[in-house]
């Protein structure tokens, strides 16, 4: 087994994974940019090392850097989390060139995956299914009107070494075919440097599930089951769970053997997921493998009674899988909210987290990067935390999660909590019934704020006001700053008496 | 005192005092809407309050950041402004909103990453001016209105706060 861990991330991610060495006794290294040297992930590692100005393509993603500081510390393996260079099939190889064990595919793996139109050439020759469309990139526009035509439409232009929905456009007939060509084309080529384009046939409101799996390095595949990831804004995940509504037994069997089939085709190791869409009758055809540890493996982990990062650190380290597929019982549910910083339009929301109650208590877990009084960076993604809720059904677990919401409040930032709020309470969820345009269909309004509460929020306002007489003589409640991390010199006692007097 | 507090676009008028027997310090008299609250309110933190209103319980907590303060009853957010007695006084005074140039501010901190527009640059209403990047994504600032460019401040790679000054139209 490994001694020593460098983790090539940053946020919740890193701190996972921190966790995860020092529960299996090994040392975690964490490595920083300029905007992260106060981060949780560099408070809670054993060794941190400066890597890096603030942009991520000098710091997270300088592969030379990074391997050095492993190199100079004594890491002997890397653990690259989810993003930057985890799908980065030259770090694979720099890694091992270095003599530094990759936690993760070999490179061939990730190379043959993180290509769409060759991954679906392999898929094909595996007897994979997967969605109708071309395996390679069209030429021109008469290829994709031709294609298109074959097809049926609407059909979908997306980007070959595309994800997260850029590169990526519905067209739902002739006409409009050469104007979203160009546009996939060339938002490919500034996204992902190439703007080799494929064609799909668009499916609807599609379910998104996926399926865990699994591999040694000695040839043993597993899948752990399925995740429930329709529930997604502008292709980007927001809420996920464990069992599907959708998926039986059969289907889960049927599903889990296909996947086991598509890793074992690009002789896969250690944790993946493969992604397939669902149409409303039960097919599902093959979309994508991701070639990582997912955001939201935790469902997986309390519905399998499984710990995926420890696991993916034995397997690196040459272990066996330590179980058979007939072991893997699924049991209970479990459900992923996943908390950004942004507003209620989605707009990000960086800045001071002024104030931080985290939720406890049974079938609760929080996957957190953050702490209270740490200044959130504008630099990298939003994700701040995950909150997951796990019971004996469905139903336990979403009591457990709207009760955890309550409890949880991130002051000085805005996050998207009430959205979860507003999910939870959503009948249609609570039934079941989410596929991916879901969210665009959920209500505005919180059906659970009550003409009392808002009564009482009223109350409250004045109170604060009436009981702090140092709020300054402002108008509104905004002003007051008396928060605990940002407290204000008192305004003079004369002030303050002068002011009391004048509103008598 | 009095004091006006509007919530999501609802106005609520209420009074509140404290109450006058002294073996109770704890306790509130407040009028709203022609009826009469008797409440128990303790500050648990600068910026959390717990109340009891007939043997009700409410854990309550301010949020100050931002351009609307927030009040969360059990977690849930209320945007609130709130106006005493002395404000409300001022409000009246006051005259309409001056109607002179318009400032365009930043929504969010970022980084400014492309200048669209130009001084002098005649622009209509949703046109972009300036685009900001905060934590990968992008935000164009639009022109609220039809308009001269008056002056850009922004410049390209500039990193911004929010609420600051980007552009002024005429």
């Known amino acids: 087994m490994f001694k020593k861990i460098l983790i090539a991330n940053r946020g919740e991610i890193a701190v996972r994974v921190v966790r995860a060495c020092s529960e299996l006794g090994i040392l975690s290294v964490a490595i920083y940019s300029d905007a992260d040297r106060a981060a949780l992930h560099v408070l809670k590692a054993d060794e941190a090392y400066h890597v890096g100005p603030t942009p991520a393509s000098e710091s997270y993603l300088d592969i030379e850097r990074i391997i050095a500081t492993a190199r100079q510390c004594g890491a002997e393996a890397i653990h690259p989390g989810y993003g930057f260079l985890s799908e980065n099939a030259d770090f694979a190889r720099a890694c091992a060139g270095a003599g530094i064990k990759f936690i993760g595919p070999p490179a061939n793996a990730i190379e043959l995956m993180g290509s769409k139109t060759r991954a679906r050439q392999q898929m094909e020759k595996a007897g994979v299914p997967f969605v109708p469309g071309t395996s390679r990139g069209v030429e021109s526009i008469d290829e994709a009107r031709e294609v298109a035509e074959q097809l049926g439409y609407p059909v979908m232009l997306k980007a070959a070494a595309g994800g997260g929905g850029k590169g990526m456009r519905l067209v739902e007939n002739a006409v409009g075919m050469a104007s979203s060509l160009e546009a996939a084309q060339s938002e490919a080529q500034r996204a992902f440097g190439n703007n080799e384009v494929y064609l799909e046939k668009a499916i609807t409101n599609p379910r998104h599930i996926e399926i865990q799996v699994l591999a040694d390095e000695h040839g043993n595949c597993v899948h752990l089951g399925e995740r429930e990831c329709s529930i997604q804004r502008r292709h980007q995940k927001v809420l996920e769970e464990s069992p599907s509504p959708a998926v039986n037994a059969a289907m889960r069997q049927n599903m889990g053997q296909i996947a086991v089939k598509a890793a074992i085709a690009v002789r896969y190791a250690n944790a993946g997921t493969i992604e397939f869409l669902a149409d409303a009758s039960g097919n599902f055809y093959f979309l994508e493998m991701n070639t990582r540890l997912q955001v939201e493996h935790p469902v997986t982990e309390l519905v399998c009674g499984v710990d995926l990062v420890h696991l993916q650190i034995r397997t690196a380290a040459g272990e066996r899988l330590p179980f058979l597929q007939k072991d893997i019982q699924p049991r209970g549910h479990a459900i992923e909210c996943r908390i950004y910083a942004e507003d209620e339009n989605h707009f990000p929301s960086p800045g001071q987290v002024t104030a931080l109650s985290e939720p406890a208590g049974p079938g609760i877990r929080l996957d957190s990067g953050i702490y209270g009084g740490w200044t959130v960076p504008v630099a990298y993604d939003p994700l701040l935390a995950k909150l997951i809720g796990y019971g004996e059904s469905r139903q336990q677990a979403i009591g457990r999660l709207r009760r955890a919401l309550d409890e949880c409040f991130v002051g000085g930032i805005k996050t998207n909590l009430p959205l979860f709020r507003r999910i939870l309470s959503d009948p249609v969820f609570v039934a079941g019934e989410t596929d991916t345009g879901y969210l665009g269909r959920l209500p505005q309004t919180d059906a659970a704020i009550s003409e009392s509460d808002e009564e009482v929020a009223a109350i409250a306002a004045a109170l604060f006001a009436s009981m702090q007489p140092r709020n300054n003589g402002q108008d509104t409640l905004g002003v007051g700053q008396t928060s605990c991390l940002s407290s204000q010199a008192a305004a003079s006692d004369w002030k303050r008496a002068a002011r009391t007097e004048s509103l008598r | ?170």
């Open chain 2, 1 to 170: 005192m009095r004091y006006q507090v509007d919530i999501h676009g609802k106005t609520h008028q209420l009074v509140l005092e404290k109450a006058s027997a002294p073996q109770q310090p704890d306790r509130w008299v407040c009028r709203l809407g022609g009826h009469e609250i008797v409440m128990d309110a303790v500050q648990t933190g600068a910026d959390t309050l717990s109340i009891v209103i007939d043997g009700k319980s409410f854990e309550i907590r301010r949020e100050n950041a931002g351009e609307t303060p927030r009040v969360f009853v059990h977690g849930r957010q209320f945007q609130v402004t709130l106006q005493d007695a002395r404000s409300l006084k001022s409000r009246r005074r006051a005259g309409p909103i001056d109607a002179g140039p318009l400032r365009l501010t930043a929504s969010m901190p970022g980084k400014v990453v492309r200048v669209l527009a130009k001084e002098g640059d005649i622009l209509h209403a949703g046109m972009g001016i300036v685009v900001v990047e905060a934590m990968k994504m992008q935000n164009e600032l639009r022109s609220p209105k039809e308009g001269t460019l008056k002056k850009m401040l922004a410049r390209e790679g500039m990193n911004v706060n929010a609420g600051d000054v980007m552009a002024i139209l005429e």
